[in-house]
């Protein structure tokens, strides 16, 4: 007996009712993109392996999917070359491209690429998938789609209200309370300075990112493995466990960070961000001083966005990368964007159970159909109902109308049109309410007008 075929682990299959859903998601994401002045683009699914290593940091590196080259991948390699266990050094000699990691650096090597083409700012949004190499859990997959919106070209500060009001209207859209969290990596690097490990910012950063997952006793253990001396882990925590509200959590960091001028930098950042967006959010922005985003890219304002009522991880997440376009040869253009995962937020609208019913609905209508006759004429109605919106389907197959009506519930479909002999006399149509199992005798016009 052959072998059940299966999928990735990491992967899903949808069908049609998770299709309605995502598109929902999309087509809701999408709106706002566009309320906001933003235009699409897209970037192929692979990229040259040279573009997306070292934009990650070294986890990112490790969580790359490195595509084989064609043919004889092992051409030109000597045999000492091929025995290495170094799997990093023998990707970069059979491995040329690899599937994106994220949106962000394809659209960079996209501006640079295409820069004489740009009007600045340049404001762009892109929804497609991306691959990451990652462990499968819940809420993480190896194939996922991201919603991106980035404006490349300007430094002001509007544009990060900007992103904080998307996010805020894009919830609201679905009716997720959410929590907008932010923080600054001027800060983080003025932290740094501050507890006297200023060259060991990467490694502070991407420990206490990872807080939420493995706690701070993890945390600090991590920081010691990197490195990090006792004494500067030891002034690390009161800063970590900073509470109060986000005003009195800047004056404190302001205070720590008096004399760091990159610190102050990030400081003055955040307040004008925080009191732009004072009054005019649904949802609750929260500064938060442990929000590191592991990225390198980062550069300024950092934001991630958790479900007030759903234990998820961070359904969006983004911030300020001033020096992103520097790497491919455009230094100097600042860039601010945001990404919202689509499929964690699937999965939070389906434990929440947000759907409207008309986004996940399929047919509306379905003709049953008695016989060649009585399907000719059928037809001409069920055009004029597409004509007019309507999603109408004609029963394909002459069969007993059990079974047809089976499947308009099987489908969910709230209204069934009947027509046999006496029906067609009268040039009328019997529709059925699916729901309230109610019939009326109608014209093909006030079928129309009734559904």
């Known amino acids: 007996m052959a072998q059940k075929p299966s999928i990735p682990k990491g992967t899903r299959d949808f069908g049609s009712l998770e299709m309605s859903k995502r598109n929902y998601i999309f087509n809701t994401i999408r ?39 064609s043919g004889d991948f092992l051409h030109g390699m000597t045999p000492d070359e091929v025995a290495s266990t170094s799997t990093l050094k023998l990707a970069t000699k059979f491995c040329e491209k690899g599937l994106r990691y994220d949106l ?11 820069r004489e083409e ?33 404006v490349v070209g300007s430094d002001s500060l509007l544009n990060e209200v900007d992103l904080m009001q998307i996010t805020d209207t894009i919830f609201s859209r679905f009716g997720v309370r959410v929590i907008i969290k932010i923080n600054n990596r001027k800060i983080l690097t003025g932290i740094a300075e501050a507890i006297g490990e200023a060259d060991k910012i990467i490694d502070i950063t991407v420990a206490i990112d990872k807080l939420d997952k493995i706690g701070i006793d993890a945390v600090n253990e991590e920081l010691r493995n990197d490195g990090i001396s006792e004494e500067a882990i030891a002034k690390l925590q009161p800063i970590i466990n900073l509470q109060g509200t986000n005003a009195q959590k800047l004056d404190t960091i302001a205070e720590v960070l008096k004399d760091s001028e990159v610190g102050q930098k990030g400081v003055e950042e955040l307040r004008f961000i925080l009191n732009t967006c004072d ?9 938060d001083l442990t929000l590191a985003r592991g990225l390198n890219y980062y550069t300024g304002a950092i934001f991630e966005v958790k479900a007030a009522d759903v234990q998820i991880g961070s359904i969006t997440g983004g911030g300020r990368y001033d020096n992103l376009t520097g790497i491919f040869g455009l230094p100097g253009l600042s860039g601010v964007g945001i990404s919202f995962g689509a499929d964690r937020i699937y999965d939070v609208l389906n434990q929440l159970d947000l759907y409207p019913q008309e986004a996940i609905n399929g047919t509306q209508l379905l003709f049953i159909n008695f016989g060649e006759k009585e399907a000719a004429y059928c037809l001409p109605i069920a055009k004029a109902c597409r004509e007019a919106g309507i999603r109408t389907e004609v029963y394909a197959d002459s069969v007993k109308m059990k079974k047809q009506m089976s499947y308009a519930n099987a489908l969910n479909i709230p209204f069934v049109a009947l027509v046999g ?19 009326k005798l109608v014209t093909p016009e006030e079928l129309i007008e009734w559904i």
């Open 421 to 439: 002999e006496n029906e067609m006399a009268e040039g009328k149509v019997m529709l059925k309410n699916m729901t309230t199992g109610e019939q």
């Open 104 to 114: 962000t650096v394809p659209f960079a090597r996209y501006v640079v690429q295409h």
């Open 31 to 69: 709106g706002v993109f566009e309320l906001y002045g933003f235009r699409q683009i897209e970037t192929p699914a692979m990229e040259n392996l040279s573009t997306l290593m070292g934009k990650y940091g070294e986890e990112g590196d490790k969580l790359l999917f490195k595509i084989l080259n």
């Open 118 to 150: 740009l009007q600045l700012p340049f404001r762009r949004y892109q929804i497609q998938p991306v691959w990451r190499a990652d462990k499968p859990q819940k809420g993480r997959y190896r194939e996922f789609y991201q919603c991106d919106v980035d």
């Open 279 to 287: 009054g005019i959010l649904k949802n609750e922005l929260q500064l």
